[in-house]
Each structure stands twice: as C-alpha cells, then as structure tokens.
T-cell receptor, first 118, second 111 residues
Framework: NAGVMQNPRHLVRRRGQEARLRCSPM?????VYWYRQLPEEGLKFMVY????????ESGMPKERFSAEFPKEGPSILRIQQVVRGDSAAYFC????????????????FGNGTRLTVT | TQLLEQSPQFLSIQEGENLTVYCNSS?????LQWYRQEPGEGPVLLVT?????EVKKLKRLTFQFGDARKDSSLHITAAQPGDTGLYLC???????????FGPGTRLSVLP
C-alpha cells in the first residue's frame, strides 16, 4: 500500500463546500482508478484515468463530481457543493497497464481519504 | 444488483478452525482477484486467478476459480487472528476495462 499516496487521510467539509482528494500513483504507473467505499460495504468503481485522459467514468455521478490525471502531478478527485451523502472513504488505485488486458498487473491501493461532510 | 455476490457476509470463528468464503456471479470473468482489507487501510492483493478450474495456494490460503470462470472460493486452513479482515473479490470482464468488486466477507478470527 505504501506506494500509492493519498492525501489528505481525513477531510472534513461543511455542506456546500468543495472537496479535493489527491492521489499520487506508484512510480511507473500510468493508470489510476478511483473507488468509493461506505462503511460495511465493498468498493464502488467511480472512474478510470490514464495520463490526461478519462477512460471510463461510468461510475461517476453526473453532477458535482469530476476527476483529472494531468501530465504532471497527482490525480485529483473533485467534489463540488458536497452533501452529507458524499461522506465516505475514497480509495485510489494504480496499475502499470490496463488490468483488463494485462491480467498480471494488479491494482495497488492507497490508504484512502475519509471524507466527512457536516 | 451486485455483479459479484459474496457469502457469507460476516463470519466469526475460533482460531484454528477452517473456513471457506465464496464469490459468485452470473457473468463470466477473464480474471478474478482476491484482496484483504484491514480497518483504516486500502485493500491488498492476495491472488489473481485467470484460468477456469485454476487452484492457487498461498500458505494457508487456497484459491479456486470455477471451471466456467463465474465463481471463486477462498479456503483458509487453521485460521489465525491475523487473518481477520474484509475479504473482497474483484472481477474483470472480457470487454471491460475495470475490476468490479463484490461487497466482501468480513472475517473475525477470535483467539
């Protein structure tokens, strides 16, 4: 887990504020995935990105949520005008290539950002 | 509806007992992974299985991929308190780009 860095570990926002979650993938990894996890539940896919491209955003809510993975710097998951229902743990994972094809390339997860909306 | 179902949802056993947890789907997967997640941390990969009928062993853990590549099982022999955690299965479908996760089995091994 140590290779994928997420920050902050904990984030508290009031309703209506913006939340920015950052993820630095493992060195050499160019594929980033964001997942959301509610207490006592599994991981829900949100978005899959490669450098400067969104590959699959089928799990992203249509409004208020956006993600980017720029050429330089970390991947950012941005939630605008947060609501209490956005409270969850958000996990980022990285891999060295598309795991759908490169089945020997596992997902490496960070330790998550726990967002609390008050 | 869940693409991947896992059972049981919760399991509490005594140290030294054996157990099996299951991951089932009506869909075929090109590969399937098992992860373990401990509180406050991200999931950690245990194994990837790719061939129908494949069996992989990792110390006291035995993983099996169903012949039809729709299901998998994880068997733990002589469970230890250190095995406590959330066990997640994740599958990649042939045409998919992503791994979808099951809801997990929460295992508690009591000393």
């Amino acid at each position: 887990n140590a290779g994928v860095m997420q920050n902050p570990r904990h984030l508290v926002r009031r309703r209506g504020q913006e939340a920015r979650l950052r993820c630095s993938p493992m060195k050499g990894h160019s594929h980033v995935y964001w997942y959301r996890q509610l207490p006592e539940e599994g991981l829900k896919f949100m978005v899959y990105l490669q450098k400067e491209n969104i590959i699959d955003e089928s799990g992203m809510p249509k409004e208020r949520f956006s993600a980017e993975f720029p050429k330089e710097g970390p991947s950012i998951l941005r939630i605008q005008q947060v609501v209490r229902g956005d409270s969850a743990a958000y996990f980022c994972a990285s891999s060295s290539k598309n795991v759908g094809q490169g089945i020997s390339s596992p997902l490496h997860f960070g330790n998550g950002t726990r967002l609390t909306v008050t | 509806t869940q693409l991947l179902e896992q059972s049981p949802q919760f399991l509490s056993i005594q140290e030294g007992e054996n157990l099996t947890v299951y991951c089932n789907s009506s869909s075929v997967f090109s590969s399937l992974q098992w992860y373990r997640q401990e509180p406050g941390e991200g999931p950690v990969l245990l194994v990837t299985v790719v061939t129908g009928g494949e069996v992989k062993k990792l110390k006291r853990l035995t993983f099996q991929f169903g012949d039809a590549r729709k299901d998998s099982s994880l068997h733990i022999t002589a469970a230890q308190p250190g095995d406590t955690g959330l066990y997640l299965c994740a599958g990649a479908r042939n045409y998919g780009q992503n791994f979808v996760f099951g809801p997990g089995t929460r295992l508690s091994v009591l000393p």
